[in-house]
């Protein structure tokens, strides 16, 4: 993690005149931004989307042999691309603004500060309040999750990574205060660190195939001449050569 300040105990006064509830909100908007994936209309626009959109074995989109391939192959590919492109642009701007926001909470990891306001605002949470071994524990947790991001390149798939963010920290310390009396072992808060680390993970990729199914639509219906290929930016009129 980013260390931004000298090692510092978590505690009541890291946290005294910290608003809980507003960087607790502020910090799970990615969450949120997750859930609309999976909620009306997004989620029915990637069901469409990615029952429609299937790829081969090639890992390349079927649609689009379909329409080079002429016949009734290409007039279902056409239709396809037909039903599901206005959809698909109109939710554009929204699936691009999931995807920047998603990719923040994946691979930007938490400030030393930030993480350690979150520890300490997780412990003031139980009924046991936190006394002089809170600074250890504190400690050893960040020690912990420093550790999911030092997997050396090329030894595990780049996928498997776990960067820990604000976001997925603070996903973490909502779960434990939701589930649990007392503080977590740093093995159950770094489970819940995972958890919500793979949440967002499966809703980012839910956010990419939607964006590559609005490219692979305006492929095909480029294809049959239902929209103009995009002008090249050196073909504008107002283009100024140096």
Request: hydrophobic residues 45%; negative net charge; aromatic residues 6%.
């Amino acid at each position: 993690m980013n260390a931004v300040s000298p090692i510092q105990p978590a505690g009541p006064a890291l946290a005294a005149h910290l608003d809980v509830r507003a960087m607790m909100r502020t910090l799970l908007a990615p969450f949120r931004v997750a859930r609309s994936l999976d909620q009306q209309p997004l989620g029915e626009l990637y069901v469409r989307a990615d029952g429609a959109l299937w790829m081969d074995h090639r890992r390349e989109y079927r649609i689009l042999d379909d329409v080079r391939s002429g016949g009734d192959r290409r007039e279902r590919a056409r239709a396809t691309a037909l039903a599901l492109h206005p959809d698909l642009s109109a939710a554009l701007p929204a699936i691009d603004e999931a995807r920047l926001a998603l990719h923040k909470a994946l691979t930007e990891p938490a400030p030393e500060i930030e993480a350690r306001l979150l520890i300490s605002a997780m412990l003031d949470g139980f009924r046991t309040k936190p006394n002089e071994g809170a600074a250890t524990y504190a400690d050893a947790l960040m020690f912990t999750l420093e550790e999911f991001e030092t997997v050396p390149k090329g030894e595990f798939d780049e996928r498997r990574r776990r960067i820990i963010s604000s976001s997925v920290m603070a996903a973490a310390v909502r779960k434990v205060w939701r589930e649990q009396t007392f503080a977590p072992s740093i093995f159950e808060f770094c489970t819940a660190c995972e958890d919500a680390h793979t949440y967002l993970r499966r809703a980012a990729h839910r956010a990419v195939k939607l964006s590559d199914a609005h490219d692979v639509v305006e492929d095909v219906l480029i294809e049959t001449g239902d929209l103009k290929p995009p002008v090249p930016v050196g073909d504008l009129d107002d283009d100024i050569p140096f």
